[in-house]
């Protein structure tokens, strides 16, 4: 794309204005699956639900796509050509994959009246894989409860295809973001230009810049031969903190692959912020409502649920 002073929309050829950056997105589409269940099974678990869940989920759907049996894809020579592989296993290098969940949570232990209404998002690109992806989510959630009873799905699975942003934003200008995690934020990043970008929400900034990142991820795997520009931030100096409701969250799951307990950190909770520049921000959060943000989002984690008041 060549620079273009006159437009407001790049600086040079590696920059692009957020709005701008965010209107791109609307040429990403999403396969979605839903399924809503009762578990059958209700009492403690090993590890928290998300983790239950994403691991049996990896079993399906190896023993579905997996060209060789092997029980784990390192060190395979089929790899390269294996669609469990490319992915399940094989991350952007980012720590990205070309899919998602929502609708779980970091508990450890199910309620007998805990219905789930699940869904699992999947980047256009590897949507020849959505069957397989369906049989394998129906055993994971169906592995949580009661093997001796039949699966209790409520309804009929659901499937949509949609893109990530809407053709026009209809929302007002707004006074206040409340950002609520409904999974814990496992947020890493430069914490400095975190505070740089926004001196009065550092939390936000960090939240922000790795939306960023997560988004880039799937612009690159939807057009790998495409160069993703940066985003050039409108001034952020305005915002603050005005309610600070995140606490640390930690846990641990056995990572099969490292063949060690990895430790889980990352918040919970919600932050509210006020402030000049809610306007700019809040098409990105929208979008990240829709993506979760932060790492291990291919278990649930970073499912955000934001609140905006005119």
Do not use: Y
């Not at 612009?219 to 100096?237: E, G, I, Q, Y």
């Not at 063949?259 to 098409?283: A, H, K």
């Not at 990105?284 to 790492?295: D, S």
Request: glycine share 8%; net charge neutral.
């Amino acid at each position: 794309m060549d620079a273009d002073a006159s437009s407001g929309e790049t600086r040079n050829r590696d920059e692009m204005t957020l709005d701008h950056w965010i209107a791109h997105l609307a040429t990403l589409s999403v396969h979605e699956i839903s399924l809503s269940l009762d578990p059958r099974r209700p009492g403690p678990l090993p590890e928290p639900l998300l983790v239950v869940v994403r691991g049996l989920l990896g079993e399906a759907l190896r023993a579905r796509r997996c060209l060789t049996g092997a029980p784990r894809c390192e060190g395979c020579s089929d790899a390269p050509q294996c669609d469990f592989d490319r992915v399940f296993e094989r991350d952007d290098g980012a720590g990205q994959r070309p899919f998602w969940l929502r609708g779980l949570h970091a508990g450890r232990a199910l309620e007998g009246d805990q219905t789930l209404q699940v869904t699992l998002s999947v980047v256009d690109r590897e949507r020849a894989l959505l069957p397989d992806f369906l049989a394998a989510l129906r055993h994971a959630l169906g592995a949580i409860g009661d093997r001796d009873a039949p699966l209790n799905v409520l309804g009929i699975p659901s499937r949509a295809v949609t893109t990530l942003v809407p053709t026009a934003s209809t929302e007002a200008s707004v006074s206040a973001i409340c950002i609520e995690s409904l999974t814990p934020l496992l947020l890493r990043g430069d914490e400095t230009l975190a505070a740089e970008l926004c001196p009065g929400a550092p939390i936000v900034g960090l939240l922000l810049r790795a939306g960023i990142r997560r988004l880039a991820a799937m612009r690159r795997a939807a057009a790998p031969d495409v160069v993703v520009p940066k985003v050039l931030w409108p001034p952020l100096t305005g915002l603050h903190v005005r309610d600070d409701a995140l606490r640390p969250w930690r846990a641990t799951r056995n990572a099969i692959a490292q063949q060690r307990r990895q430790l889980l950190e990352g918040f919970v909770g919600e932050v509210t912020v006020v402030g000049e520049g809610l306007d700019v921000i809040l098409p990105l959060l929208r979008v990240l409502e829709r993506t979760n943000v932060g790492r291990k989002t291919a278990f649930g984690f970073g499912e955000v649920r934001v609140t905006a008041w005119s």
